[in-house]
């Protein structure tokens, strides 16, 4: 923390001045931040007629939930009357295998390159790193021909081997640059103590890992949830991830807009990721960090 | 004296590690770069619906260049990626140095600032969209309470569309822009801090002469992320403008999903991909050059 | 127990050759230190002889059993790492047993290894505990443990007291020489502390530039260097050198320095009498001459002289005074009670027995 450094003088009334400015600049970026939240979850409780005839930013009149069962159970996606129930368990269908898989490979992957410097090990690590990079535009149009190869298209099969490969090089990057800080005579000890490669994978290095594995799953599971991309390129219908079914039943032009049957769809699938978020914050933040600062 | 053969097993062990390593990086080999050759072959043929290998030359990016939707996407990724950029560095760094000077709820607010990040742009896209309603919107409150001329309903605006995607982006990023600039600040040596304020340097200084100068890399991995961010937009127009009006807010991302899954021109789709692959690539690979070579560990 | 035989061992990692054919041959029981600056190669070689890294050319063995494509766990050495290298998850009793448990010992034999080791090392205390609820020497003793409990046939250790503070390597350091003498086995120990080589080594070899430059006991290193970088890497204050001529003088060879006392500089002859070496080619020509501090010294053990003081830095058991010989900062070491002035001239004497000759082109020594 700045110990000399801040506005933090005495108080003089200039710097009380400040202090009031400072608070009064958090203050209106916190309403902006908050903005479409409060909207969100207020229109959902509203009524249709509440909606038209009050104001955007007015409470609800009485707290009804009705709109959040009809988005949950009843609404329209394109001609499937369901819901986002069968979809919400879509995507977490597909969700939880591509964590599972991207990060144990990642981790494992992550550990070889760092412990285990063989010939062509930087050039490996730089050409993984690369693929985070990938604008996925250069590859939806093949991955949907393997996938119709495969005969897994519009599966849930095909989404996860997507999430699966795609998400690998996130979790190596994070794995790798967590591992090169574990000191290298650890696994030089362990070798000589007669421990092999997976022994002192599973013995040493995984005890240490809870943390960077905590934020490859909340990175990998925020992402993959909230892909959109690859769900709406490579599913129709029934198999698709909630993320495009919550999209298609806002924008089904038919009947009535329900805009409160809307927002509690958008409630419905922002809730996973939202609640991760508020869990765990902390591994949040530093997923998104260890994408920019390299070990 | 004796030399004994290596154990099978220990022959098989010094391999383990790049057995290890294989599958992931057989995996990013075909699924990354194997597609990649794919997508650059396609895009030099004529595929309409389906994948035609017979190589026409450079006519899709010909074609591609010609078209108005495309010159448009581009044109628009370059107002969107500049202003989105610029306003998500500028309010990010804003916040984390208001953030920085021991605010008391400091937990609570960066909390706040942050959760856009937990959130998918789709959502983010139809929160705003129903933000800039203009008839049930933002918009008609505001004149309500008296100021007549406010317009918000930049969406259906299509010289404005554009600038509601920049809105709604940055309110997205900026949380993120701060925890990245905040954590650098909190990473500044705190002596060289004291060091300025015995030599009598103001607060205000410390920060415009030392603090922000040295966090040059952090600008620079801000402004590399972001550009990627922009680059690979998609999500967002699709939910809060659709592209649209016309495909007046249309972004390259856009007209290539277009192109390759509604108007079957998977040769100018494959075309506009490498377009964007390439202005990836060279703003990440001296990025990534730099940043794997400066920190070369032995 | 068993021998230890390096021989020609080269090391080269694409063109850079670390290692340029290193030759040492250890008796079984031999306490050997490999001494020298970082990047001098004497890590690359112990990790080398630990199979931590593969040996480019020449040979290895233990005993009569080349190992150098024997996978570390069967090469029968253990190893104490530099920070330990303890695993952070795991008390201490696990950190000392994981060896044995690989090795597949019964759990009931590990326990009762583990728990001697510990006795023997005054640690049973600690074994529930984690690394980290260790202090610096506790965990210095973990690493030790956890390196005796396999009763190998060679102990390596690299620098495994630099992370020490200054009292508990002290400590430490007859530790392992008591050990050393329990246990009698085979030691390489690698370090860039001389004190720690000179006291804990039955034979050391200095290394430069992955080059073996003498390999002999500590009084040898010390008494006799075999040019200049080992005159001036072994000792402290490092051994003075100073340029002077060779000639011939009524009573024999001399070398003659001028030296300044009561601030005017004269004359004084060194006797190269006692020099072993034949030194009628150097009539005439310049040599190095060496002198350790302790050469050096208060009047009545040898040649007498009179020299202003510089400067007196008292260590304590003895007191060193600069001088000014040719121009030059030359060292003498005295004992405390000696050197009460701060400045002035005093009378010192030098033992000329124990002077080094190098010749100053190829900084060898003159044999």
Redesign the interface.
């Known amino acids: 923390m700045s110990d000399q450094a801040t506005f933090n003088q005495p108080r003089t009334g200039a710097s009380i001045a400040l202090r009031v400015l400072l608070w009064a600049v958090l203050i209106v970026f916190a309403i902006w931040f908050l903005l479409p939240a409060y909207v969100v979850v207020g229109t959902s409780l509203k009524g249709l007629e509440e909606i038209r005839g009050g104001s955007l930013l007015a409470l609800p009149h009485e707290l009804n939930f009705s709109s959040w069962r009809h988005a949950w159970s009843e609404a329209c996606i394109g001609v499937n009357c369901t819901g986002l129930e069968p979809y919400f368990w879509n995507s977490v269908g597909m969700a939880i295998p591509s964590v599972i898989i991207s990060t144990l490979l990642g981790a494992l992957t992550g550990y070889s390159l760092t412990k285990f410097k063989f010939k062509g090990a930087n050039l490996v690590f730089a050409l993984i790193l690369f693929g985070c990079f990938v604008p996925f535009q250069v590859v939806i149009l093949p991955m949907a021909v393997t996938l119709g190869k495969i005969g897994i298209t519009n599966t849930v099969y095909g989404l996860i081997l997507v999430h699966s490969v795609y998400g690998m090089a996130f979790t190596t990057l994070f794995f790798r640059n967590y591992y090169v800080t574990i000191p290298d005579e650890l696994v030089r000890a362990a070798t000589i103590d007669g421990a092999g490669f997976f022994t002192i994978f599973r013995r040493i290095i995984l005890p240490l890992s809870p943390p960077i594995i905590v934020v490859s799953v909340i990175w990998q599971f925020t992402q993959i949830w909230n892909d959109f991309l690859f769900g709406a390129s490579f599913t129709t219908g029934g198999a698709q991830p909630i993320m495009v079914a919550m999209n298609n039943l806002v924008n089904t032009t038919t009947g009535v807009k329900q805009y409160n049957v809307d927002m509690a769809a958008a409630l419905i699938t922002a809730a996973p990721t939202i609640f991760v978020y508020i869990i765990a914050g902390r591994y949040f933040v530093r997923g998104l960090t260890a994408g920019s600062v390299k070990g | 004296m004796t030399h004994p053969p290596l154990k099978i097993a220990d022959r098989i062990a010094r391999w383990l590690p790049q057995i290890v390593v294989a599958p992931c990086f057989a995996a990013i080999l075909f699924f990354v770069y194997g597609f990649i050759a794919w997508t650059a072959y396609i895009s030099f043929t004529k595929s309409k619906m389906l994948p035609n290998y017979n190589l026409i030359g450079t006519r899709p990016y010909e074609r591609l260049f010609q078209m108005d939707r495309w010159g448009v996407a581009q044109e628009n990724l370059f107002i969107f990626g500049i202003l989105f950029i610029a306003f998500a560095i500028v309010i990010g760094c804003l916040l984390a140095v208001l953030l920085d000077q021991k605010i008391r709820a400091e937990g609570f607010i960066r909390t706040i600032y942050l959760y856009p990040m937990a959130i998918s742009f789709i959502i983010t896209g139809t929160a705003w969209k129903w933000i800039m309603n203009p008839s049930l919107g933002l918009e008609t409150v505001v004149r309500s309470w008296g100021w007549e001329s406010f317009s918000f309903g930049w969406t259906n605006d299509a010289n404005l569309a554009v600038y509601a995607l920049v809105m709604a982006a940055v309110w997205q990023s900026a949380g993120f822009v701060m925890a990245l600039f905040l954590s650098a600040l909190r990473s500044v040596d705190q002596d060289i801090i004291k060091a300025a304020s015995l030599d009598g340097a103001s607060p205000w200084k410390i920060y415009m002469r030392i603090i922000l100068p040295s966090m040059r890399p952090v600008f620079m991995s801000a402004i590399v992320i972001l550009s990627h961010l922009a680059i690979k937009s998609f999500d967002l127009v699709v939910a809060l403008t659709g592209g649209g009006p016309g495909y007046s807010s249309t972004l390259p991302a856009n007209f290539m999903y277009e192109m390759t899954f509604r108007r079957n021109e998977i040769g100018i789709g494959a075309a506009s991909a490498m377009i964007m692959l390439a202005t990836v690539a060279a703003i990440m690979v001296p990025y990534l050059y730099s940043e794997l070579r400066g920190k070369k560990h032995v | 127990m068993a021998s230890l035989t390096i021989k020609n061992a080269v090391k080269r990692y694409g063109n850079v050759e670390v290692l340029k054919g290193v030759d040492i041959d250890l008796q079984d029981g031999e306490f050997l230190v490999l001494l020298g600056a970082s990047g001098c190669g004497k890590s690359t070689l112990l990790?080398m002889i630990?199979?931590?890294e593969s040996v480019t050319e020449g040979?290895i063995?233990i005993g009569?059993?080349?190992i150098?494509?024997?996978?570390?766990?069967?090469r029968d050495?253990?190893?104490v790492?530099?920070?330990y290298?303890l695993?952070?998850?795991m008390t201490v009793a696990k950190n000392i047993a994981?060896?044995l448990e690989?090795?597949g010992v019964p759990k009931a034999e590990r326990e009762t290894a583990v728990l001697e080791v510990a006795k023997m090392l005054q640690m049973d205390h600690l074994l529930d505990r984690k690394p980290g609820q260790l202090s610096g020497g506790q965990r210095q003793r973990v690493a030790m443990g956890?390196a005796l409990v396999r009763r190998p046939e060679v102990f390596l250790f690299d620098e495994p007291l630099s992370n020490l503070d200054a009292k508990l390597r002290l400590e430490m350091r007859t530790e392992i020489k008591r050990l050393h003498k329990r246990l009698n086995a085979t030691m390489v120990y690698v370090t860039h502390d001389q004190i720690e080589a000179l006291t804990l080594a039955d034979r050391i070899a200095i290394l430069k530039d992955g080059e073996v430059q003498q390999l002999a006991s500590p009084a040898e290193i010390y008494d006799q260097p075999v040019n200049m970088f080992v005159a001036g890497l072994v000792g402290s204050p490092p051994m003075n050198f100073i340029k002077s001529k060779v000639t011939q003088a009524d009573t024999g060879l001399v070398a003659e320095v001028s030296v300044l006392a009561n601030g005017v500089e004269q004359p004084m002859l060194l006797d190269l009498s006692q020099q072993p070496a034949d030194l009628t080619d150097w009539i005439g020509r310049e040599v190095i001459v060496g002198l350790r501090p302790e050469a050096i010294t208060q009047d009545g053990q040898g040649a007498s002289f009179d020299s202003d003081i510089d400067v007196t830095e008292a260590t304590g058991a003895d007191t060193l005074c600069v001088l000014t010989w040719n121009g030059q900062e030359v060292m003498a070491r005295v004992s405390s009670g000696y050197a009460q002035i701060i400045e002035g001239t005093m009378a010192f004497s030098i033992d000329m027995s124990r002077a080094s000759l190098f010749d100053p082109k190829t900084e060898m020594r003159l044999s």
């Open positions: 990790n630990a199979g931590l040979e063995s009569d059993r080349v150098n494509d024997v996978h570390p766990k069967d050495i253990a190893m790492f530099q920070s290298a695993y952070p998850n994981f060896g690989m090795r956890r």
